[in-house]
Every structure is written in structure tokens, then in C-alpha cells.
């Protein structure tokens, strides 16, 4: 461990720190536009969803409308819902699945729900009042092409200037990769439910 007081290498690390902050400092400069952003999660790690989340609090914070819209999770108790609903002028959650393909075993339930919840997407994405939607899972339903992905890129192309749209899932489509600003690949390394642990409270709703 090295000596704190070691004035030799607090001078080199003082030295150090001031070429890495004027480098950033020039990198900045550049940084000029200013925009609404495509940002996806995706990857089979946890925390897709939960990101989204912080966003929103962000957004809350700042004063921002932003709507988030569940395309496969249906009503549940969760915290998310709990805070957001103190905020009712600045954020709405909308669940508007029935689950898992794997638990409601009914394709045609299943694009219908889809079909309704990107309609309810798809108008606010477009409605200048908010600033972010938040699509939950969206990229599942793509996945297994309960809605066109063509469709979804012509509403983000379309969408205002200023709207910042957030898709979460996995196996996000290469075509929505392509388009969008910002992608984050999450990767599991390891999760408690292969050791027999179960959902909790505060950390998986």
C-alpha cells in the first residue's frame, strides 16, 4: 500500500490528474447538440428495466413529464408504481400486459395487448407535453414479431426533436440497435435465482 504523505507520487498523481482534466475539457468543448435520445437495454443481465426507472426519477426531478408503458408486465403491486403515484402531474405508469408469453400461452391475446399498448406508446411519443417514454419490454414483443419493428422505427424517426424514448428487453432487434443513440448490452455474470432465491421486494419490483 503506498504512504499517503509520499509527496513524490501526490506531486505525479497532481500532474496526472491536471492532463486528464484539461483533455476532458477540450473533449467537452465539442459536445455542443443537444437532442432527444433513442436508448435501449437490452442483454439477458438484470437491470434493463430498473435503469429505466432511474431515468424516470430523473426526469421527476427536473420536472419532466414522462410516461412509462409495460407491454408484457401486467398490474402488480411494485414499488416504482408506489413512488411514481406521488408524482401524478409528472409521471404515469401504465401496465398493459398480462404477463409472460409463457404464462398466458395466447398468441392472439398476446399481439392484441401489444397492439394496444403501442397505440398508447405510440400517442405520446408524439405528444411534444412528454419528454420521455419509457417502452418496458417492448423488445420482447418484437422478438417474437407481435409488432412490426418497421413501425416502431417510422414513430422514433417522426417523433419531436426534443423526445427522449427508452426501450427495455432482450433481444433487442439489430434494426433498433442500428437507429438508436445510445445502447446498453447488460450481461449476467452471476443472479440468485439459480441459487434458489426468489423475487424480493426493492429489488426486482
Not at 473533449?27 to 435501449?40: A, F, N
Not at 426526469?59 to 413512488?83: V, Y
Not at 409472460?100 to 405528444?127: L, P, S, Y
Request: charged share 25%; proline share 4%; glycine share 6%.
Amino acid at each position: 500500500m503506498s504512504d499517503p504523505n509520499d509527496a513524490e507520487l501526490n506531486a505525479r498523481h497532481a500532474e496526472k490528474m491536471k492532463r486528464i482534466q484539461a483533455a476532458r475539457a477540450r473533449m467537452m468543448q465539442s459536445k455542443t447538440v443537444e437532442r432527444g435520445l433513442v436508448i435501449v437495454h437490452t442483454g439477458t443481465g438484470k437491470g434493463k428495466s430498473t435503469a429505466a426507472m432511474g431515468m424516470v426519477c430523473r426526469m421527476i426531478g427536473h420536472g419532466m413529464k414522462t410516461s412509462i408503458i409495460q407491454f408484457i408486465k401486467g398490474a402488480m403491486e411494485t414499488g416504482e408504481q408506489t413512488l411514481f403515484d406521488s408524482f401524478p402531474d409528472l409521471v404515469e405508469m401504465l401496465p398493459m400486459g398480462e404477463g409472460f408469453t409463457w404464462d398466458t400461452q395466447d398468441r392472439a391475446a398476446d399481439i392484441a395487448n401489444v397492439r394496444r399498448a403501442w397505440e398508447a406508446a405510440k400517442a405520446r411519443i408524439m405528444d411534444p407535453e412528454w419528454k420521455m417514454v419509457v417502452c418496458d419490454e417492448l423488445n420482447i414483443a418484437l422478438r417474437y414479431d407481435y409488432l412490426p419493428v418497421e413501425e416502431v422505427l417510422e414513430v422514433l424517426a417522426a417523433r419531436p426533436a426534443d423526445t427522449h424514448v427508452v426501450i427495455t428487453g432482450r433481444n433487442a432487434p439489430d434494426a433498433l440497435i442500428a437507429a438508436a443513440d445510445l445502447v446498453t448490452d447488460m450481461q449476467m455474470v452471476k443472479h440468485p435465482f439459480r441459487s434458489g432465491v426468489k423475487a424480493q421486494a426493492g429489488v426486482e419490483f
